[in-house]
């Protein structure tokens, strides 16, 4: 079956440091992957996609590129925030047998300090 | 780790039928359940979120008479999809988070409901 490994943290940072959260799935075909990210007292939020090898998801400074060779879907951030701080959870989204079915990671807290 | 269990895993259903579907944390008290709807090849859409003995909160263009959801105690709630119609057919996937509100979410394992 597909699954999804994530780093659970939690990864403490100073602000303006560097973020990396690694992410790998097993699945079969071609799955889409995401970055949901759930902010404190609330649910989860769409936080980028790539949809086929060698996209590129970003958004508010997070990116992550779909490296196929390697089942990997990497989160990173040149320069963190105190905002930053949540959890991220790592997914992807397969077909099967006509079904779109979501995979999650278990989550990584990321913690930035001031 | 926490559990969520989400009953059934499929489900299939005539039109007009209502159905539903049961989200339990097996091992904490969830205090706080997020509901969400899967469209083929999109993000996750967020419909409600429930709170341990008071009305869920629909998110917009969410129809609460259509999805019902029940949270009555810490470790159960349920979303009944009444009067199912085949644009209902998705998959359906629960949330739970504790008392801490910034801890983790857990997921269920999700429901396949397909509306003939």
């Known amino acids: 079956g597909n699954s999804v490994t994530q780093m659970e943290g939690p990864v403490t940072l100073s602000e303006e440091a560097f973020l990396t959260i690694n992410c790998t799935y097993t699945?079969?075909?071609?799955?889409?992957l995401f970055w949901y990210v759930q902010y404190p007292g609330e649910g989860l939020q769409l936080l980028l996609k790539?949809?086929?090898?060698?996209d590129k998801g970003s958004n508010k400074g997070f990116e992550a590129t779909y490296r196929k060779e390697t089942t990997s879907f990497h989160l990173e951030k040149g320069s963190v925030q105190v905002s930053d701080s949540a959890v991220y959870f790592c997914?992807?989204?397969?077909?099967?047998?006509?079904?779109?079915?979501?995979?999650f990671g278990r989550g990584t807290s990321l913690i930035v300090h001031p | 780790g926490a559990v969520v269990s989400q009953h059934p895993s499929r489900v299939i259903c005539k039109s007009g039928t209502s159905v539903k579907i049961e989200c339990r944390s097996l091992?904490?008290?969830?205090?706080?359940m997020f509901w969400y709807r899967q469209f083929p090849k999109q993000s996750l859409m967020l419909m409600a979120t429930?709170?341990?003995?008071?009305?869920?909160?629909?998110e917009q263009g969410v129809e609460k008479d259509k999805f019902l959801i029940n949270h009555a105690s810490l470790t159960l709630s349920t979303l009944t999809v009444t009067s199912a119609h085949p644009e209902d057919s998705s998959f359906y996937i629960c949330?739970?988070?504790?008392?801490?509100?910034?801890?983790?979410?857990?997921f269920g394992s999700g429901t396949q409901l397909s509306v003939l």
């Open positions: 949330s739970a988070r504790g008392r801490v509100p910034n801890e983790k979410l857990f």
């Open positions: 699945a079969t075909g071609y799955p889409s």
């Open positions: 790539a949809t086929k090898a060698d």
């Open positions: 997914a992807l989204l397969s077909e099967s047998g006509g079904s779109y079915i979501p995979t």
């Open positions: 091992d904490f008290q969830a205090t706080t």
């Open positions: 429930s709170n341990e003995g008071s009305k869920a909160t629909y």
